[in-house]
């Protein structure tokens, strides 16, 4: 009995993907350039950069945010917002760049 249907992917460095097939089930997983796994992008080569990329694209959107309510909010309430939104990835990033330098 099946409870779930799963879609997976998986990365690769052959040269000739055409002769690689993998399947799980009699289900051929597909080859990706990118993949997000928990919440992480990583590419083929497991490189970051795309990773970085998204990030940077969300914490863009709150350097504006912040700036127009820096004078009409508390502090603790500025701290709150900053915990809520732009830590949380923030720590990510950093502990990649700790893990990935080890």
Known sequence: ML?????CTFRTNCVDLNKFRLYIDGKEIQHVQCCKYL???TDSDLKWRNHTDYV???LVKFT???YKIRIKLPPEILRMIYFAFVHSHLFMVIQLVIICQN
Not at 3 to 7: I, K, N, Q, S
Request: aromatic share 28%.
């Open 64 to 66: 504006s945010i912040f």
């Open 56 to 58: 940077y694209s969300k």
């Open 3 to 7: 409870l779930y249907y799963c879609t």
């Open 39 to 41: 919440g992480i992008l």
